[in-house]
């Protein structure tokens, strides 16, 4: 197994530690974890393509590891009123619309690339959840909280952007 996909899998095998360590109200050491977790989605992508080791498990389970990782934080999130429900519901359903359609083009041979806005949704969901988790480190200083809530009210209107983006951009998949 090489370097990237060890990375990938540290990043799965995280979750549950910070899933633990946020239940506990333990945030600090959960933030840090939530980070550590995310800086290796950065650098798994980033060896893969300069050392040429994209591989099928990485392409498949370096996006599902990310997934995991902000959906459990914003699973968590829920639970202690920081979102609201149905905005997770937003997001899945971006989600699961293009796995769909990911899932029928690739019945037909075709792969469907992931586009920029979608990275950028990541991004931008990355950020929100560890400064809202800030904001539970340092409840003193509640601006931290709103500012964070404030990015993923952006993440949320890219998840919807980058949804819309991506079905139009590959809206032959719907004739296949």
Known sequence: MNLPNKLTLIRMFAVPFFIGFYLMGMYAPALVIFIAASITDYFDGKIARSRNLVTNFGKIMDPLADKILVYSALCLFIESDLIDAWMLIVILAREFVIAGMRTV???????????MSGKIKTALQMVAVIIMILGLVLPQIPMIGKVGYIIFILSLIMTVYSGCEYVIKNKEVFSM
């Open 105 to 115: 083009a690739a019945s037909e041979g075709t792969v469907l690339a992931a586009g």
